[in-house]
């Protein structure tokens, strides 16, 4: 690991200016994911500045009926908290699906949000690959990508977001809130992470230093009924290879709103706005379901060893949606 000087700030705007001063310098929380990386010396940062006592960990209500997440709300109490799993059985049920019992203890909502891809090759030093070092190729393309993207990749990288928090929050609509030194800003969730493009380094559209306070929940009666979907190698402690989370409404057989959201198969979570489309007053039968997940899937470009996912998340999609009706009836 390289050297680096460790720091606390008084308040947030204490921590902005600090990295404002450092521009190689990252905030850091649970440390789960960026102290890991710089073990392996993929993350060199010169100075960490500790935020995890800076931003909220409480989760309250808002007076739209929507609920906010502090930054630094423990992954264990959001997935726990009564109200989230009444109100939004997806998002507890995506966050107990990651990691394991000590991680979610220690991990927050923020750096689960922000942690990084887990191609094999971004975390190897030794490896060409755009993301770590832009310009040095990509090795995943002619090497193991059996877990990489499927949609919306770009020939500079086919990594994909690991996050499964993340995938939730998407289909919920939830609202990033941060604070830079630009003053502060929101930010819709399915707007935070980035496809690759011509920056793959790039994960997110936050500025250095942009510190992420908390996440709103917009109200939303019918996640009640919502379900988070994990397709893996093991039951536990592994990656999605694809995860669904959906929201479904139906009345009278019909199909009133609907939201669908993808891990695990693109460099951001994917929100399925063409499988919504093609749902929203449709009859609510698994015909429907099927010819959804065909439009969702229609664009996309497996590689000879991911091709396995596109049947996968249909299947993935088609059941969710059939377990959700079941529900309903
Ligand atoms: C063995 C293992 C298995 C795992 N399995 C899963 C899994 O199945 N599914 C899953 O979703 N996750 C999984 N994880 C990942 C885990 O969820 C993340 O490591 C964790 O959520 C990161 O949170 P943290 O608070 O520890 O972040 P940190 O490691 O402290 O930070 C992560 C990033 O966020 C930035 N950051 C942190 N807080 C802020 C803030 N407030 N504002 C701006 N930037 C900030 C940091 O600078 C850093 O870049 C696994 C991790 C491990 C080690
Ligand atoms: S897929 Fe992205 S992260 Fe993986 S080697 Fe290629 S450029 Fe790096």
Known sequence: MKPFRYEHADDVSGAIAMLARAPRGAFLAGGTNLVDLMKLEVATP??????????????????????RIGAAVPNSDLAANRAVRRRYPVLSEAVLAGASGQLRNVATTAGNL????????FQDVTTPCNKREPGSGCSAREGFHRELAILGWSEQCIATHPSDMAVAMVALDAVVLTQGANGPRRIPLTELHRLPGQQPERDTVLEH????????????AFATRSRFRKV???????????SV????DVADGVVRDVRVALGGVAHKPWRATRAEAALRGAPATERSFVDAAAAELADARPLPGNAFKVPVARGAIVRTLLDLLEVQR
Request: with cysteine; hydrophobic share 45%; net charge negative.
């Open 46 to 67: 010169d100075v960490l500045v500790d935020v995890r006592h800076l931003t909220s960990d409480r989760i309250e209500e808002l007076a739209d009926g929507g609920l």
């Open 114 to 121: 922000l942690q990084r891809t887990r191609c094999v090759y």
């Open 209 to 220: 230093g942009e510190l992420i306070t908390a996440v709103d929940l917009p109200p939303l």
């Open 232 to 242: 893996r190698d093991r039951a536990s402690y592994a990656f999605a290879l694809v």
């Open 245 to 248: 989370a959906a929201a479904l």
